[in-house]
């Protein structure tokens, strides 16, 4: 074999390592190359799977919430029907009370009307003893009084020597004399309270001291 023909296998093996390292090269940078594909697309998949995750608990705590606020609003609307109905009951409680305050009043009066009736229709006969008739009247008189005075706390008031009160007395007439202060010296007509209110004020007279 020639020089010039060991030149030229010589080249021909080296170009031949030549491109075998350049391919070496090419699948070293391919499959770094990969690698780093590999990694990334394991990092997107890691952030897309914690943010589903982010998203799946987000939701379930709102879907916590929307049940928390529709059980709160269920409740708001049964504490408010149990109000309506509460409104309603103490209304027509509040009617009947007024409808049949007097019962008790009415029911006490018709025992004492029973013995007016009576009264009356001895009255009406002729063998009727006066003074026997006067005594009923005045202890029917008495029932009603008593009726009055003990059990339901009316007070009469209204006498002479009274000083005079214009809240609670009427004056009808004035007299000026020798008196240290406006008082009571003549009543007309009696006044009556129910405890500390006035149901009917007393009409009287009433003395002035002179100046």
């Known amino acids: 074999m020639s020089k010039n023909d060991s030149i030229k296998e010589a080249g021909i093996d080296e170009n031949a390592d030549n491109v075998v ?24 998949k890691k952030k897309k799977d914690a943010l589903l995750k982010e998203i799946e608990e987000l939701k ?5 919430k929307e049940k928390e606020a529709a059980d709160y609003l269920d409740k708001y609307r049964r504490v408010l029907a149990e109000m309506e109905n509460l409104r309603k009951r ?18 006490d009066f018709l025992v004492i009307l029973d013995d007016f009736q009576r009264a ?24 009603i009084l008593d009726l009055l005075f003990k059990k339901y706390g009316v007070k009469k008031y209204g006498d002479p020597g009274e000083e005079f009160d214009p809240n609670i007395h009427q004056a009808v007439m004035m007299e000026e004399g020798d008196f240290d202060k ?24 009433v003395g002035k001291p002179i100046g």
Do not use: C, W
Not at 90 to 107: C, E, G, H, R
Not at 120 to 143: C, H, M, R, W
């Open 21 to 44: 390292n350049e391919k070496e090269i090419d699948a070293e940078e391919i499959e770094g190359s990969n690698d780093e594909e590999i990694k990334k697309d394991a990092g997107e």
């Open 60 to 64: 379930s705590a709102s879907q916590a």
């Open 90 to 107: 103490t209304q027509a409680d509040k009617q009947d009370f007024l409808k049949y305050a007097n019962f008790n009043i009415v029911s």
């Open 120 to 143: 009356i229709d001895a009255g009406k006969d002729p063998n009727t003893d006066l003074e026997s008739y006067v005594s009923g009247i005045e202890l029917i008189e008495k029932q």
């Open 182 to 205: 406006e008082e009571i010296v003549e009543v007309f007509r009696k006044g009556y309270m129910l405890h500390d209110r006035v149901v009917r004020s007393a009409q009287v007279k």
